[in-house]
């Protein structure tokens, strides 16, 4: 759907999470997929925090993701 004007309920902050995963001296980063924005770029896992859901709650999903 395209919107001429912005919706009444829009809203254009979200909050985001991202960690560093250190083992043994080593960092975790990974690959972005060809299908996400700025693809293929290396980065440290996180992404936005889902509604109803905390901040260490979206850091342990998204390092399963």
């Known amino acids: ?4 004007d912005k919706p009444d309920d829009f809203n ?3 909050k985001v999470v991202t960690c ?7 960092i975790l980063i990974v690959k972005r997929s ?3 924005v700025y ?3 290396w980065c440290a896992p996180g992404g936005k925090i ?4 905390n901040r ?6 998204e390092i399963k993701e």
Do not use: D, H, L, W
Not at 1 to 4: A, D, E, G, N, S
Not at 50 to 53: A, D, G, Q, R, V
């Open 56 to 61: 260490r709650q979206a850091v342990v999903r």
């Open 20 to 26: 560093y995963i250190e083992c043994n001296g080593k």
């Open 1 to 4: 759907m395209i919107f001429r």
């Open 39 to 41: 693809p293929k770029q």
């Open 12 to 14: 254009t902050s979200f």
């Open 50 to 53: 889902e509604p109803n859901e």
């Open 34 to 36: 060809e299908k996400e």
